[in-house]
């Protein structure tokens, strides 16, 4: 059975740092690419940062330079670093295991998300 389980999240005024984690099991974790996805109220849920198995990583725009992910093979576990932290980052933050089988097929998991808040 699949768990994706992150932690981390809280409340934090503006400026302050929050790292968040991910922890994945029945999976082959070093084999998937990790995400951090996050969903504000009202808005949809866009992709943060992620990092390959290989360990190449992507940001969105407006984290760059703010915002750190990396990995963990030997504990299954990705983190988030956040810093700089601004009212906008509030959202849940989800953890999504992704990987392409042999024959095109897709798999994803998610977590249930922590909340990040951040007060101005």
């Known amino acids: 059975q699949v768990q994706v389980v992150e932690s981390g999240g809280g409340s934090v005024q503006a400026g302050g740092s929050l790292r968040l984690s991910c922890a994945a099991s029945g999976i082959v974790f070093r084999f998937n690419d990790m995400n951090w996805y996050r969903q504000a109220p009202g808005k949809q849920r866009e992709l943060v940062a992620g990092?390959?198995?290989?360990?190449?990583?992507n940001y969105a725009n407006s984290v760059k330079g703010r915002f750190s992910i990396s990995r963990d093979n030997a504990k299954n576990t990705v983190y988030l670093q956040m810093n700089g932290l601004k009212p906008e980052d509030t959202a849940v933050y989800y953890c999504?295991?992704?990987?392409?089988?042999?024959?095109?097929?897709?798999?994803?998991?998610w977590g249930q998300g922590t909340q990040v808040s951040v007060s101005s």
């Open positions: 990092i390959t198995s290989g360990g190449s990583t």
């Open positions: 999504n295991a992704h990987r392409t089988g042999p024959f095109s097929d897709e798999y994803d998991y």
